[in-house]
């Protein structure tokens, strides 16, 4: 079968042949329609990332879109190893593959559902957000934190701050649902007196996708501009700024910020999927707002590097281009 290969560390993935998967007991084979090109994708292509096996070659993706054998449309996720979603073919547990609802394309499907999981599960299954409360997303410009904003609305957030260092595609965030939008300026200063105004009326939780210097300055603001001894939920999801932080201990032991992570390994494997189940189930009637390209799974070699934070590159196999 035709598929996406990483044969090496620090290799991209070409389009080659790879022998075809055989479902083993407990596991479904898919026949794969769309696959998504996410950051946790390429980290573990390139084996960065903390849940890389190490292991060559293997087939790139975590999730994609296709059908059973018999014939049910489903959307998968955590194929078995060597086999990725990036594949003519794919397989893996029954648990894992979820039927999708009517209405629901493909492409949506296959691109909506990490970066949907990703704020669900941090709101859900982490910070455990209640409806009324106030929530600012740290790096609301990506895919996923656009998300991010509508899922926390769609939840019952009553206000949602936005930070973005894209000014034009943060003013876009209001009209999902940011209440107040603040952009990641040079000037780092500025960017923490911004936040103060916001912590001293109040926020419950932050979902962050940075890390680095946002984020020290958002866990400096929140210590400082808070509310003493009420509860800021940090909920650290991605690293696009940086891997590490500079955290004073003293910051930690004057404020009641909970700092947590979100992601594969911080939340029960069956958890974890069923949050991805309810972001499918709530992407029509929630009106998620995604925008995807679709480009055929045999052109890999060029997308895989192609920059686009806004809209989502979705690899498709025998549904076109």
Same mark, same amino acid.
């Given at each position: 079968?035709?598929? *996406? ?35 946790? $994708?390429?980290?573990?292509? %390139? ?5 890389? %096996? ?26 078995? *190893? ?53 929530? &600012? ?11 991010? $904003? ?6 019952? *957030? ?13 003013? %876009?965030?209001?009209? &999902? ?8 300026? +040079?000037?780092?200063? $500025? ?24 984020? +020290?300055?958002?866990?400096? *603001? ?86 686009? %934070? ?12």
């Amino acid at each position: 079968m035709k598929a *996406a290969i990483v044969q090496g560390a620090g290799k991209s993935p070409i389009y080659a042949d790879f022998a075809a998967p055989v479902p083993a007991a407990g596991e479904q084979r898919v026949t794969v329609t769309a696959a998504a090109l996410s950051q946790v $994708v390429k980290s573990r292509a %390139s084996g960065t990332h903390y849940s890389s %096996s190490g292991q060559f070659p293997f087939v790139v993706g975590i999730d994609g879109v296709g059908r059973l054998d018999d014939g049910t449309r489903v959307y998968f996720v955590l194929p078995r *190893a060597p086999f990725g979603s990036m594949a003519e073919q794919t397989v893996a547990r029954a648990a894992q593959c979820l039927p999708l609802p009517d209405g629901l394309d493909d492409v949506t499907a296959a691109a909506i559902a990490n970066p949907g999981m990703s704020s669900w599960a941090a709101f859900k299954e982490r910070a455990k957000l209640k409806a009324g409360e106030t929530v &600012l997303v740290n790096g609301a410009t990506g895919t996923a934190g656009r998300l991010a $904003v509508q899922i926390a609305k769609h939840l019952g *957030a009553r206000k949602v701050i936005a930070t973005g260092r894209n000014a034009e595609t943060l003013r %876009s965030v209001a009209t &999902l649902g940011a209440d107040v939008t603040i952009p990641l300026v +040079e000037n780092g200063d $500025v960017f923490e007196e911004r936040l103060k105004e916001q912590f001293a009326a109040g926020v419950d939780i932050i979902v962050d996708y940075l890390w680095g210097t946002s984020a +020290e300055r958002l866990l400096v *603001a929140a210590a400082k501009g808070g509310a003493k001894a009420v509860p800021i939920r940090f909920v650290q999801i991605g690293s696009v700024s940086g891997s590490n932080v500079t955290l004073p201990s003293a910051l930690l032991r004057s404020s009641a910020i909970e700092l947590m992570g979100s992601g594969i390994n911080s939340i029960p494997r069956h958890r974890f999927v069923k949050a991805i189940g309810e972001v499918l189930q709530a992407a029509i009637p929630g009106g998620f707002q995604i925008a995807t390209k679709t480009v055929p799974l045999a052109k890999v070699e060029h997308e895989w590097s192609a920059a686009d %934070s806004v809209r989502r590159a979705v690899f498709t196999v025998g549904l076109g281009p």
